[in-house]
């Protein structure tokens, strides 16, 4: 695996950059990855764990860098992963990818990111100006992992966080609706994969389970797999990488790369 630092995108006046992850063997799919830290901090040196455990079945993985909330307040986050994102798909072809084989791992603030990201491809007011303008923001996939899916602003209901966590303190019940991911399901939602473990007390697995239950509902592909007793932030646990990564890399096999060979049999 070679790890290549580039320049991506510009955001608050400055370079935003992102790690690229290639694997001896490509397979022709690509992966964003966006690591957590509530937002307000955490940086992609987080992710090569997990960059090197799907870069082993042959994803090309770009690991990128986001403004933070104590330097850029909301939308900053989404606008630098969408730039990230055309970035991406802009240099596919360079980097050996096909740009409609293109998914997203997203770990905690990371995956309520990635589940924006793919939720509001045409939400104008959520691209910003970072970069390769006009550029497709859709992903083929999505793999959610512990991901905040709704806020609250007063009294705290299933599955979800507090928008101050993300908007500050004087956040609306508007904004924080705006920025639910869960908000944005709908029939043509990417297939996506959540990993929550059902002893989480930073996002509770609810917030996997209604948004699981949401995509169900609209017929959009999803999946999940609760794991019990395990906390926020397991998954990058040394013993869980490479499981949790397995598992993902079979999601978006099937779904990305040869989902004929996962279908099931015609009745006989």
Not at 50 to 65: D, I, K, P, R, S
Not at 255 to 267: G, K, S
């Amino acid at each position: 695996m070679t790890r290549e630092a580039v320049k991506v995108a510009r955001g608050g006046g400055r370079d935003l950059h992102a790690d690229i992850y290639r694997p001896e063997q490509a397979n022709g799919a690509g992966v964003l990855m966006i690591h957590g830290g509530g937002w307000r901090m955490g940086s992609k040196d987080m992710l090569p764990p997990q960059a090197g455990a799907l870069v082993g079945h042959g994803f090309t993985c770009v690991a990128v860098e986001y403004r933070l909330t104590p330097e850029s307040p909301w939308p900053a986050q989404i606008h630098d992963v969408k730039a990230a994102m055309r970035w991406f798909r802009a240099n596919a072809a360079g980097l050996g990818v096909d740009p409609d084989k293109i998914a997203v791992v997203g770990n905690s603030a990371g995956g309520h990111l990635a589940l924006m990201l793919a939720g509001t491809p045409t939400v104008a007011e959520f691209e910003g100006d970072g970069g390769n303008a006009g550029i497709d923001t859709s992903v083929a996939a999505v793999v959610a992992v512990y991901p905040p899916v709704a806020f609250h602003t007063g009294e705290r209901f299933s599955g979800a966080n507090a928008a101050s966590a993300l908007l500050g303190e004087s956040a609306s019940p508007h904004d924080a609706l705006k920025a639910s991911p869960i908000e944005y399901v709908h029939e043509g939602f990417p297939p996506t994969f959540f990993l929550h473990g059902n002893a989480d007390t930073v996002v509770p697995v609810s917030a996997s389970i209604n948004m699981y239950n949401a995509l169900s509902k609209v017929g959009a592909p999803a999946e999940m797999h609760i794991y019990s007793g395990q906390p926020h932030g397991w998954a990058r646990w040394p013993a869980w990488v490479q499981p949790t990564m397995d598992e993902a890399a079979l999601f978006l096999t099937r779904h990305l790369l040869n989902p004929q060979a996962y279908a099931a049999p015609e009745p006989q």
